[in-house]
């Protein structure tokens, strides 16, 4: 996976909202990351971290008052700078799908599900004429799971589960070499869960040349999902990437390196299933040095200094390379 292009490269992005008052909240601080092509990177952490600010970033759908820095090059394409004509008409649903966090939001109310998928396939793909849309419409909603059977529905008469898969089929029609995935198993059970990443892992997987042209974000807070489909995990804290890690080290051993990204295994039912104390920093009001230190059991004097990100964690105490059971010897 190293070796392959990056289809998405991000440079130092940040995003500020001006607020009453003067007052400035940093959603989004210095994000250094890359999604190549193949693969997927999952981007985790608590909600309110600031994740799908940085998604609504990528695809310029942020509110007036934000400001924006740094670069986010899709090919020779800064998302960031482009404006709202190249956006509308090159970048949204052609090159960058988008998988919403809230899908019944997204779905046009007075519209059945067909009527908006054949819109979506006429707008994106070659197909003309009522037949060819009709089909091409099915075989959308086949791809993502969706009864076809329920296409002449309109959005307030599905479930929560089936709007998710309406919403995943819209974005999977153009065939996007990116596909941004925010939040998308909000509200599933378990098996709706796993047969949604399946439906996103085979996307990327049947890419031109075994999916080296197609790339996936999917941003989350599930990790039980992240693990089922991610190749690389970023993992965020009060609007910093604060660790990128292989998934397999990072689920697995070593470990995350963070302590962030430990206390976050750790809470999982199915591991330790203890909590991490405290509550997130306000956004609108970030101490000078590590946002986590309040809340971190590894915590000195150091910390008052805010960490780069070296090599792939920003921590001035990281954990060493631990096995699992070397590190629960540790701190036994």
């Known amino acids: 996976m190293t070796g392959r292009a990056p289809v998405l490269s991000v440079r130092g992005l940040s995003v500020r909202f001006l607020m009453p008052g003067g007052r400035r909240v940093a959603a989004v601080t210095d994000a250094h990351f890359e999604v190549r092509a193949g693969e997927c990177l999952a981007l985790i952490g608590e909600s309110g971290c600031g994740k799908s ?56 109310p007075v519209r059945t599900i067909r009527s908006q998928l054949q819109e979506t396939v006429a707008a994106l793909t070659p197909a003309r004429g009522r037949a060819a ?41 153009g065939d996007a070499p990116l596909l941004l995935a925010d939040e998308p198993t909000t509200g599933l059970d378990r098996d709706l869960v796993d047969r949604t990443v399946d439906e996103l892992r085979r996307h990327i997987d049947s890419g031109g040349d075994g999916g080296e042209g197609r790339a996936l974000l999917m941003i ?12 690389r995990v970023a993992v965020m804290y009060a609007g910093r990437i604060v660790e990128l890690a292989e998934a ?12 962030y990204s430990r206390g976050l295994l750790h ?53 060493a390379a631990l096995t699992e059971a070397a590190d629960r010897a540790r701190t036994a």
């Not at 970033?57 to 740094?70: I, W």
């Not at 989350?220 to 190749?231: F, N, S, V």
């Not at 971190?296 to 964690?313: E, S």
Request: proline share 10%.
């Open 267 to 319: 809470a999982l039912p199915d591991r330790a299933f203890t909590p991490i104390p405290g509550l997130p920093p306000e956004l609108g009001a970030l101490p000078d040095g590590c946002a986590f230190a309040a809340r971190c059991d590894r915590a000195t004097d150091t910390c008052a200094v805010l960490p780069p990100l070296t090599g792939t964690v920003a921590c001035h105490h990281p954990h």
């Open 133 to 173: 849309l009709r089909a091409a419409a099915e075989a959308a909603a086949e791809r993502a799971a969706f009864p076809v059977d329920h296409l002449d529905h309109h959005p307030h008469e599905l479930s929560g589960g089936l709007a998710q898969r309406a919403a995943t089929a819209l974005a999977l029609v």
């Open 53 to 108: 600010v940085l998604a609504s970033a990528l695809l310029g759908l942020l509110p007036g008052n934000a400001q924006t820095a740094g670069s986010a090059l899709l090919g020779d394409l800064d998302l960031l700078t482009a404006d709202e004509r190249t956006l509308s008409r090159t970048v949204r649903g052609r090159l960058v799908g988008l998988v919403p966090q809230s899908p019944a939001a997204h779905l046009t």
């Open 248 to 259: 397999a080290a990072f689920f697995g051993a070593p470990g995350p390196r963070h302590p």
């Open 220 to 231: 989350t807070h599930d990790l039980a999902a992240a693990e089922r489909i991610a190749d």
